[in-house]
T-cell receptor, first 111, second 114 residues
Framework: TQLLEQSPQFLSIQEGENLTVYCNSS?????LQWYRQEPGEGPVLLVT?????EVKKLKRLTFQFGDARKDSSLHITAAQPGDTGLYLC???????????FGTGTRLLVSP | DSGVTQTPKHLITATGQRVTLRCSPR?????VYWYQQSLDQGLQFLIH???????AKGNILERFSAQQFPDLHSELNLSSLELGDSALYFC?????????????FGSGTRLTVV
């Protein structure tokens, strides 16, 4: 069974602070995605990373795929209340056809 | 609006009953995936259909079944419901391999079994 562990599970910060969320596994993934889910809605795809060491930026969000393709991080600069939500990583390795979702990080950004 | 439509949005039913959840994928997407999300189990894959055919099964109980119709909409049938079946049920579609293109999720059906 593939496992994607995310940390921290919960994060409560003030507007303007920076934060990093981690997604770790003992398995190698051919690709990894990050989703954000807001209350009452389904997850929305933020980014897909496929190359070890890859870094992608989406405005204030920076995503990194580990060199060994076993881990990933999401860094948010100057967090805003609109960043509040559940952040999920999802990965696929060559042995499975479906994506496996991580345990999730619930972020609360207060004004 | 993601383009993936799920109905109903909320469902409250009693133990032992049967319910049907409906999903219409985004226009042009042939694949439909069903996921269950609960607080203690996270997002769990249930089943995948592609153009009417079952392609993969995940942690789907025998009391649950699904199908995809010729017009590509899909239904998830849950029977002999138990309190533990209370969860959010999501449908997602994809234009290609999810690992490359990602999922587009609907807004979910919240099922409460009382």
């Amino acid at each position: 069974t593939q496992l994607l562990e995310q940390s921290p599970q919960f994060l409560s910060i003030q507007e303007g602070e920076n934060l990093t969320v981690y997604c770790n596994s003992s398995s190698v993934f051919s690709s990894l995605q990050w989703y954000r889910q807001e209350p009452g809605e389904g997850p929305v795809l933020l980014v897909t990373v496929v190359t070890g060491g890859e870094v992608k930026k989406l405005k204030r969000l920076t995503f990194q795929f580990g060199d060994a393709r076993k881990d990933s991080s999401l860094h948010i600069t100057a967090a805003q209340p609109g960043d509040t939500g559940l952040y999920l990583c999802a990965g696929k390795n060559t042995g499975f056809q479906k994506l496996v979702f991580g345990t999730g990080t619930r972020l609360l950004v207060s004004p | 609006d993601s383009g993936v439509t799920q109905t109903p949005k909320h469902l409250i039913t009693a133990t032992g009953q049967r319910v049907t959840l409906r999903c219409s994928p985004r226009s042009g997407d042939l694949s439909v995936y069903w996921y269950q999300q609960s607080l203690d189990q996270g997002l769990q894959f249930l089943i995948h259909y592609y153009n009417g055919e079952e392609r993969a099964k995940g942690n789907i109980l025998e009391r649950f079944s699904a199908q995809q119709f010729p017009d590509l909409h899909s239904e998830l049938n849950l029977s002999s419901l138990e309190l533990g079946d209370s969860a959010l049920y999501f449908c997602a579609s994809s234009s290609g391999t999810p690992a490359n293109y990602g999922y587009t999720f609907g807004s979910g059906t919240r099922l409460t079994v009382v």
